[in-house]
């Protein structure tokens, strides 16, 4: 079991810029593959990023596609979101995940088993 710890986020001007950062717990780190999803008020969680488990193969979601990055250091358990050129819309409490089984790059929730407990990010226009 890994348990999945949010910093960053807060508030930004439009075009600015923020990094989340995912910490997990344990030794095992490098066996999940790991994902950023959001999720704003009335509507579904949605997928943002995923990055493999060892090569930093990253997938992005077409809507941050060019001003989010998705990175990892399984030296430090931590994922990381770089977000750039932020906008109004990229305004939503943000989610890591970590998904067990083999494969990465899921887009769905009930692909992925742990969780984060959500930072919030506000992009103010």
């Known amino acids: 079991q890994v348990q999945l710890v949010q910093s960053g986020g807060g508030l930004v001007q439009a075009g600015g810029s923020l990094r989340l950062s995912c910490a997990a717990s344990?030794?095992?780190?490098?066996?999940?593959?790991m994902s950023w999803f959001r999720q704003v008020p009335g509507k579904e969680r949605e997928f943002v990023a995923a990055?493999?488990?060892?090569?930093?193969?990253?997938y992005v979601a077409d809507s941050v596609k060019g001003r989010f990055t998705i990175s990892r250091d399984n030296a430090k358990n931590t994922v990381y979101l770089q977000m750039n050129s932020l906008k109004a819309e990229d305004t939503a409490v943000y989610y890591c995940?970590?998904?067990?089984?083999?494969?990465?790059?899921?887009?769905?929730?009930?692909?992925?088993?742990?969780w984060g407990q959500g930072t919030q990010v506000t992009v103010s226009s």
């Open positions: 995940a970590a998904r067990q089984r083999t494969g990465w790059g899921q887009t769905r929730l009930y692909d992925y088993d742990y």
């Open positions: 990055v493999s488990r060892r090569d930093n193969s990253t």
């Open positions: 344990g030794r095992t780190f490098s066996r999940y593959a």
